[in-house]
């Protein structure tokens, strides 16, 4: 049977004693360079703003005809085809093509009124149709919905609800925009870097935001208006050096 020396024995605890030492010593040194790395980087935020124009268009007309009686209801349709005809022939002598007209589907309605009784006192029966336009031609709209607004004193029952005006061409700024709140980010990380006594560095991570297109004076995403702001907001991490 072999036996340990006394001194060997009392060597254990001194080893194991070091070996925790080192280890806390080890983890130690790590928290301290990861808080290090931590504390020397700034994160600042760059805007991009853009004042654009739409460049396309959506927009519908409605019309309705109306009659008294289903014996009409031939009649009726007749008189919207004239109708949609009329209209389509006022929107290309304005200046859209073909192309940029969609002639919608005639469609039938009818409501009866009843007494207490229950008993059909009155009865209304209708056709209605639409229009879709198209377009690139944005300038035009304004003068087209104030000429076919000039066909209800003729006796046409139209509705004319505003146009939904659009920027398509967002991918030929993206790069400028972007570089532009790079830029913009790091001018914030400056400021910051000097009150600290220091330097910005490289880029250590960046996030960008979504590209957001709404209406001049407005923050949703309304589309009622021409002009249009379009921004984006990125966010830079930067390393700070001394």
Not at 28 to 55: F, H, M, P, W, Y
Not at 174 to 187: G, T, W
Not at 225 to 235: G, Y
Request: charged fraction near 25%; proline fraction near 2%; aromatic fraction near 6%.
């Amino acid at each position: 049977m072999s036996t340990t020396p006394k001194s060997a024995i009392s060597l254990l605890p001194a080893v194991v004693l070091a070996l925790g030492i080192a280890a806390a010593g080890y983890f130690a040194s790590q928290t301290i360079s990861n808080s290090k790395i931590a504390i020397n980087t700034a994160e600042a935020k760059g805007l991009a703003e853009r004042r654009v124009s739409a460049d396309s268009v959506t927009w519908s007309v409605y019309f309705k005809v109306t009659g008294k009686s289903r014996d009409e209801l031939s009649a009726l349709y007749t008189e919207a085809e004239n109708q949609q005809k009329l209209i389509k022939e006022l929107l290309l002598k304005e200046g859209l093509t073909e192309d940029e007209i969609q002639l919608g589907i005639l469609d039938y309605g009818n409501r009866e009124y009843r007494n207490q009784e229950q008993i059909v006192v009155d009865e209304s029966h209708w056709v209605s149709g639409s229009l879709s336009v198209e377009s690139n031609n944005v300038s035009l709209i304004p003068k087209i919905r104030l000429s076919v607004n000039k066909l209800i004193a003729q006796g046409i029952d139209i509705t004319n609800p505003s146009p939904s005006y659009h920027f398509t061409k967002l991918n030929e700024i993206k790069p400028e925009m972007l570089s532009e709140a790079a830029r913009n980010a790091r001018i914030a990380a400056n400021e910051f870097a000097e009150n600290a006594g220091a330097k910005v560095g490289r880029i250590r991570s960046a996030t960008q935001g979504g590209f957001i297109v709404v209406d001049v004076g407005e923050n949703s995403g309304d589309t009622s208006k021409l002009e249009k702001n379009v921004r984006v907001v990125t966010r830079i991490e930067f390393y700070l050096k001394d």
